[in-house]
C-alpha cells in the first residue's frame, strides 16, 4: 500500500486551514481514550476497560460460533472415524479455506468502519457494509465450485478416496453456509465497529440453542446422518444472520443505518481494492493450518492422524476465540483513536491488548500441559487417536501461546490499514518459510504430522516476530494523518 502520496496529501491540507478540524478530533478523541498525562496505572484501566467492552462480548460471540463447529464434529465422531475425518476434511479444510477468503474481506470494515466511527461519519458505515455485501456476494459466487467438486478437489491433493467422497457429498450441504458468510460477516463487523457488542452476543447465544435443538432432531429423531449434521449447521448460520439484520433494519441502529442506498454502488474499486489485501492478509492465515490437515492426510494410517491432529486444532481453535476476539477488539480500538485522530490513544491501545492476550495465552499453555492426557476424551475414546494426541501436546500448548500475541498484531494492522504490507509479510513467512520447513521435516527426518507441524509454527513465530517490529517501529501520528485522509477521500467517492 503506497502511504506516500496519501501522507503529503494530508500534510497539505493540515498546513492550509486544518487546525480546528485536529483539534475538533482530538477532542472526540478525548471522550473515549485514556488522558496521556494521567498515571500509567489509571491509563491501564481506562482503557482496559475499553477494550473489554468489545472482547467480553466478542469471545462469548466467537465460543458459541466456534462452538456450533465443535457440536457438528463431536455427533460425526460417534457415527466413525471415518465420519469424523469426512467432516473434518469438508469443514476444517474447504469451509475453511472460504472462511478465510470471505472474513478477510469483510474486515476491510474493521478499517473503514472503525475509522468512519471514530471520525463521527456515521451515515458513510450503512453505505460500507453494503459495498461489503455486493464485494462478499460476488466473492460467495466465485468460490461456489469448490463446494460443487469438492470430492475431486480432495482426491488431486492426495487423500484418501473413501475419504474424499464423503467429505464431497457433506460439502454439498454445507452451500448454504457459504452464502451465510457474505452476509453475516459484514453486519457482525458493522455492529461491532459502532460498540454493539452485546446485540451480537445474544444472537449468537440464541443460534447456539437452536443448533443444538437442530442437530439433535435431525440426528437422532430423523436419522438424518451427516447431511443432517451439516444442514443443520448451515440453518444455524443463516438464523444468525437473520436476527442481526433484522436488529439494524427495525431501528436498531438510527444513525448509521438509513436503508438501502444506490451509493454503495459508487466508489466500489476503492472498496475492493482494501477488501482484497484485507482477503489476502487474512485468508492466508486460515489457509496456514488447513494445509497442514491436507498434508497429514497423506500420511500412513491416515484416519487416526487426521482425527488426533483434528482434536488438537479443535482444542486449540475453543482458546483461539480469546485471542481472535482481542484481533477484533485491537482492530476496532486501533481504527477509532485513529479515525478520531489520536496516533498516541492507538498506540497504547495496541501495547494494552498485546499484554493482556499473552497473559491469557501463558495460562491456557500451563493447562494443557497439565491436563494434555484428558482433554481429548471430550471427542473420542479410541485407544489409537488419544495415543496419538498425546504425542502433539507440547506443540499444541506452544501454538496457543504464540497465537496470543498474533492476531492481536495482525488487528492492530486491521485497525491501520495495513492489510497489503501484512500479506507480503504472510506469504513470506508462512508459504516460503514455514510450509517448506514442515514438509522436509515430515519426509526428510520422518518427523510425520510433528514434523508438518513443528515447521509450521516455525513461519508463524517468524511472521510474529516481524508483526512486532512494525508495530513498533510506527509512526502513529502519520497513521493518524494516513486515516484522516482515507475517510475524507472515501466519503467524497459517492
Same mark, same amino acid.
Given at each position: 500500500?503506497?502511504?506516500?502520496?496519501?501522507?503529503?496529501?494530508?500534510?497539505?491540507?493540515?498546513?492550509?486551514?486544518?487546525?480546528?478540524?485536529?483539534?475538533?478530533?482530538?477532542?472526540?478523541?478525548?471522550?473515549?481514550?485514556?488522558?496521556?498525562?494521567?498515571?500509567?496505572?489509571?491509563?491501564?484501566?481506562?482503557?482496559?476497560?475499553?477494550?473489554?467492552?468489545?472482547?467480553?462480548?466478542?469471545?462469548?460471540?466467537?465460543?458459541?460460533?466456534?462452538?456450533?463447529?465443535?457440536?457438528?464434529?463431536?455427533?460425526?465422531?460417534?457415527?466413525?472415524?471415518?465420519?469424523?475425518?469426512?467432516?473434518?476434511?469438508?469443514?476444517?479444510?474447504?469451509?475453511?479455506?472460504?472462511?478465510?477468503?470471505?472474513?478477510?474481506?469483510?474486515?476491510?470494515?474493521?478499517?473503514?468502519?472503525?475509522?468512519?466511527?471514530?471520525?463521527?461519519?456515521?451515515?458513510?458505515?450503512?453505505?460500507?457494509?453494503?459495498?461489503?455485501?455486493?464485494?462478499?456476494?460476488?466473492?460467495?459466487?466465485?468460490?461456489?465450485?469448490?463446494?460443487?467438486?469438492?470430492?475431486?478437489?480432495?482426491?488431486?491433493?492426495?487423500?484418501?478416496?473413501?475419504?474424499?467422497?464423503?467429505?464431497?457429498?457433506?460439502?454439498?450441504?454445507?452451500?448454504?453456509?457459504?452464502?451465510?458468510?457474505?452476509?453475516?460477516?459484514?453486519?457482525?463487523?458493522?455492529?461491532?465497529?459502532?460498540?454493539?457488542?452485546?446485540?451480537?452476543?445474544?444472537?449468537?447465544?440464541?443460534?447456539?440453542?437452536?443448533?443444538?435443538?437442530?442437530?439433535?432432531?435431525?440426528?437422532?429423531?430423523?436419522?438424518?446422518?451427516?447431511?443432517?449434521?451439516?444442514?443443520?449447521?448451515?440453518?444455524?448460520?443463516?438464523?444468525?444472520?437473520?436476527?442481526?439484520?433484522?436488529?439494524?433494519?427495525?431501528?436498531?441502529?438510527?444513525?448509521?443505518?438509513?436503508?438501502?442506498?444506490?451509493?454503495?454502488?459508487?466508489?466500489?474499486?476503492?472498496?475492493?481494492?482494501?477488501?482484497?489485501?484485507?482477503?489476502?492478509?487474512?485468508?492466508?492465515?486460515?489457509?496456514?493450518?488447513?494445509?497442514?490437515?491436507?498434508?497429514?492426510?497423506?500420511?500412513?494410517?491416515?484416519?487416526?492422524?487426521?482425527?488426533?491432529?483434528?482434536? =488438537?486444532? %479443535?482444542?486449540?481453535?475453543?482458546?483461539?476465540? $480469546?485471542? /481472535?476476539? &482481542?484481533? !477484533?477488539?485491537?482492530? #476496532?480500538?486501533? *481504527?477509532?483513536?485513529?479515525?478520531?485522530?489520536?496516533?498516541?490513544?492507538?498506540?497504547?491501545?495496541?501495547?494494552?491488548?498485546?499484554?493482556?492476550?499473552?497473559?491469557?495465552?501463558?495460562?491456557? =499453555?500451563? %493447562?494443557?500441559?497439565?491436563?494434555?492426557?484428558? $482433554?481429548? /476424551?471430550? &471427542?473420542? !475414546?479410541?485407544?489409537? #487417536?488419544?495415543? *496419538?494426541?498425546?504425542?502433539?501436546?507440547?506443540?499444541?500448548?506452544?501454538?496457543?501461546?504464540?497465537?496470543?500475541?498474533?492476531?492481536?498484531?495482525?488487528?492492530?494492522?486491521?485497525?491501520?490499514?495495513?492489510?497489503?504490507?501484512?500479506?507480503?509479510?504472510?506469504?513470506?513467512?508462512?508459504? &516460503?518459510?514455514?510450509?517448506?520447513?514442515?514438509?522436509?521435516?515430515?519426509?526428510?527426518?520422518?518427523?510425520?504430522?510433528?514434523?508438518?507441524?513443528?515447521?509450521?509454527?516455525?513461519?508463524?513465530?517468524?511472521?510474529?516476530?516481524?508483526?512486532?517490529?512494525?508495530?513498533?517501529?510506527?509512526?502513529?501520528?502519520?497513521?493518524?494523518?494516513?486515516?484522516?485522509?482515507?475517510?475524507?477521500?472515501?466519503?467524497?467517492?459517492?
Amino acid at each position: 500500500m503506497d502511504h506516500g502520496g496519501e501522507v503529503e496529501d494530508c500534510r497539505a491540507s493540515l498546513l492550509h486551514g486544518q487546525a480546528g478540524k485536529k483539534e475538533k478530533r482530538q477532542a472526540a478523541s478525548a471522550s473515549s481514550a485514556p488522558a496521556p498525562g494521567g498515571s500509567l496505572g489509571r491509563r491501564v484501566y481506562e482503557e482496559s476497560k475499553q477494550l473489554w467492552v468489545i472482547v467480553g462480548p466478542a469471545i462469548f460471540t466467537r465460543i458459541t460460533n466456534y462452538s456450533m463447529n465443535v457440536i457438528m464434529q463431536a455427533f460425526a465422531g460417534h457415527l466413525g472415524d471415518l465420519e469424523l475425518a469426512s467432516v473434518s476434511f469438508a469443514c476444517t479444510v474447504l469451509v475453511g479455506f472460504n472462511y478465510g477468503i470471505m472474513l478477510g474481506m469483510a474486515s476491510a470494515l474493521e478499517t473503514l468502519c472503525g475509522q468512519a466511527f471514530g471520525a463521527r461519519k456515521y451515515h458513510m458505515m450503512g453505505v460500507y457494509m453494503q459495498r461489503s455485501w455486493i464485494v462478499l456476494s460476488v466473492c460467495a459466487v466465485l468460490l461456489l465450485p469448490m463446494y460443487l467438486f469438492a470430492g475431486d478437489l480432495l482426491r488431486l491433493t492426495g487423500q484418501p478416496p473413501e475419504v474424499s467422497a464423503m467429505a464431497g457429498q457433506v460439502s454439498l450441504w454445507f452451500i448454504p453456509l457459504h452464502f451465510s458468510m457474505a452476509f453475516l460477516f459484514p453486519l457482525q463487523k458493522f455492529l461491532q465497529c459502532q460498540l454493539k457488542n452485546s446485540v451480537v452476543a445474544i444472537t449468537s447465544a440464541a443460534a447456539l440453542c437452536f443448533h443444538v435443538s437442530v442437530t439433535w432432531l435431525f440426528f437422532s429423531w430423523f436419522r438424518f446422518g451427516l447431511a443432517g449434521i451439516a444442514l443443520a449447521l448451515s440453518m444455524s448460520w443463516w438464523a444468525t444472520a437473520l436476527m442481526l439484520f433484522a436488529y439494524v433494519s427495525c431501528g436498531g441502529c438510527p444513525e448509521t443505518w438509513h436503508g438501502f442506498s444506490v451509493e454503495a454502488f459508487s466508489g466500489l474499486w476503492e472498496f475492493l481494492k482494501l477488501s482484497s489485501a484485507s482477503g489476502v492478509m487474512l485468508c492466508l492465515e486460515h489457509w496456514y493450518y488447513r494445509i497442514l490437515i491436507v498434508l497429514t492426510g497423506n500420511l500412513k494410517d491416515a484416519a487416526i492422524a487426521v482425527d488426533a491432529l483434528t482434536i =488438537c486444532l %479443535l482444542i486449540n481453535g475453543c482458546e483461539l476465540m $480469546i485471542p /481472535l476476539a &482481542f484481533f !477484533t477488539g485491537t482492530g #476496532v480500538r486501533v *481504527a477509532n483513536e485513529l479515525g478520531a485522530g489520536s496516533g498516541e490513544g492507538a498506540r497504547f491501545a495496541a501495547i494494552v491488548s498485546s499484554t493482556t492476550s499473552l497473559s491469557i495465552g501463558i495460562f491456557f =499453555c500451563a %493447562l494443557v500441559m497439565r491436563l494434555h492426557g484428558e $482433554i481429548a /476424551l471430550l &471427542f473420542t !475414546t479410541s485407544a489409537a #487417536v488419544l495415543g *496419538a494426541v498425546d504425542k502433539l501436546y507440547v506443540l499444541l500448548a506452544f501454538t496457543i501461546l504464540l497465537n496470543s500475541v498474533q492476531p492481536v498484531l495482525s488487528g492492530v494492522a486491521v485497525g491501520s490499514g495495513w492489510q497489503s504490507k501484512v500479506a507480503y509479510v504472510n506469504i513470506g513467512c508462512y508459504y &516460503f518459510v514455514g510450509l517448506p520447513m514442515g514438509i522436509l521435516l515430515k519426509w526428510h527426518f520422518n518427523l510425520g504430522v510433528v514434523g508438518i507441524w513443528g515447521g509450521m509454527i516455525g513461519g508463524t513465530a517468524i511472521q510474529t516476530l516481524i508483526l512486532a517490529i512494525i508495530t513498533a517501529r510506527c509512526d502513529w501520528e502519520k497513521e493518524a494523518m494516513i486515516a484522516s485522509t482515507r475517510m475524507s477521500r472515501l466519503s467524497q467517492v459517492q
